[in-house]
Nanobody, 115 residues
Framework: QVQLVESGGGLVQPGGSLRLSCVASISNFRLRIMAWYRQAPGKQRELVASITSTGITNYVDSVKGRFTISRDNAEKTVSLQMDSLKPEDTAVYYC?????????WGQGTQFTVSS
């Protein structure tokens, strides 16, 4: 009923770029707030970026100006373009949607920023 599949992880050099994508097999995709979270080892999962049904975006301060979230309602996808990557961006990134008060998560995609 709800399936979120992320892709785009890997290894990237500091200052590099990476694009993450999430295919959301859900109903009424265009009405949902979609989000990307990340979790680094030993740390709490944090909201990185979100986008509403009307295209309003929100970003955690640490990624503002570097990350861009977008959505394609026809394809039911949400993407996260990450530029000027830093080692502290290293984490598992998760696609998220809240439906009827319940969170659904993708399996996560790992990427590492390292020289």
């Amino acid at each position: 009923q709800v399936q979120l599949v992320e892709s785009g992880g890997g290894l990237v050099q500091p200052g590099g770029s990476l694009r993450l994508s999430c295919v959301a097999s859900i109903s009424n995709f265009r009405l949902r707030i979609m989000a990307w979270y990340r979790q680094a080892p030993g740390k709490q999962r944090e909201l990185v970026a979100s986008i509403t049904s009307t295209g309003i975006t929100n970003y955690v301060d640490s990624v503002k100006g570097r990350f861009t979230i977008s959505r394609d309602n026809a394809e039911k996808t949400v993407s996260l373009q990450m530029d000027s990557l830093k080692p502290e961006d290293t984490a598992v990134y998760y696609c998220n949607v809240r439906i009827s008060g319940s969170d659904s998560w993708g399996q996560g995609t790992q990427f590492t920023v390292s020289s």
